[in-house]
């Protein structure tokens, strides 16, 4: 059912085709936003976000883009302004996670990993500023993880990466706030979805057993987590990370 809580607001959801991005798509566009579903090579499953949104009343348009490539995301922002006009929120979801030993990173997947996660948020975020700027509004959520906030011998990159997203948008929160923009990231515990499902048998026991709640999370509780974010009701909050992750990582007070 359509509300009205994001009626003629632009969003684009990287990522949006599968996982978290894809419920985020879909919670926005139930709340009456205009939403960007962009998607890498996964036009099939972008176009079955973009008609479920339809379904529930709302608008969609899929877009492709790498966002490794500032090329791609370029036309990808142009494409999402060109079908609704001004962004003026950003959920920077896409994302990619490599299990490996630590003795094991060639500088090769060290990059591919950096590539997609670091220089992607830069390439996304820079890639909307502009305008950001120049209309006093920006509302940004840029997806991180609780790999950035505790030891992962087997995830040094993207341990790395997601911990420099965290830096990123604290360093943009502050240099941005006096133009409208707020930015924050969220920390997902393992949720389930399909880069949750590298983690299989023992080791996916193991971090159930380690969660207080004893469970994993949904992609549509991250959505929730986004959408506050994004709405007013966080209107006071920038340069956060927020932990969604059953309890598993708790920050100091």
């Keep these: 059912m359509l509300t009205n809580e994001f009626s003629g607001k632009t969003v684009l959801v990287t990522g949006g085709s599968r996982g978290i991005g894809r419920a985020a798509a879909l919670r926005l566009g139930s709340d009456g936003a205009r939403v960007g579903v962009n998607y890498v090579t996964r036009r ?14 709302g608008s969609a348009v899929a877009v492709q883009g790498d966002v490794t490539s500032a090329e791609d995301v370029q036309r990808m922002v142009a494409e999402t302004r060109a079908a609704f006009g001004p962004i003026g929120m950003l959920v920077h979801s896409a994302g990619l996670s490599i299990l490996e030993k630590a003795e094991d990173v060639t500088f090769e997947t060290w990059r591919r990993v950096m590539s997609v996660n670091l220089d992607g948020t830069f390439h996304v975020v820079y890639a909307l500023k502009e305008e950001m700027i120049a209309r006093k509004f920006g509302r940004i959520v840029l997806l991180s993880s609780i790999a950035a906030l505790r030891e992962r011998k087997n995830q040094v990159h993207y341990s790395a990466a997601k911990a420099g997203v965290i830096a990123m948008a604290r360093c943009l929160a502050e240099a941005w706030a006096e133009h409208n923009i707020r930015i924050n990231t969220i ?7 399909e880069m949750g499902q590298l983690i299989t048998g023992a080791a996916k026991k193991y971090v159930i057993d380690n969660t207080p709640m004893h469970r994993l999370g949904a992609p ?7 959408r506050f974010l994004l709405s007013d009701e966080s209107s006071f909050i920038t340069g ?14």
Excluded: F, H, N, Y
């Design 44 to 57: 099939d499953k972008a176009d079955e976000v973009v008609r479920e949104i339809a379904a529930a009343g």
């Design 220 to 226: 549509e509780e991250i959505a929730a987590s986004i």
């Design 240 to 253: 956060q990370s927020l932990v969604v992750s059953g309890g598993r990582v708790m920050l100091p007070g």
């Design 187 to 193: 920390c997902p515990g393992l949720i389930e979805t």
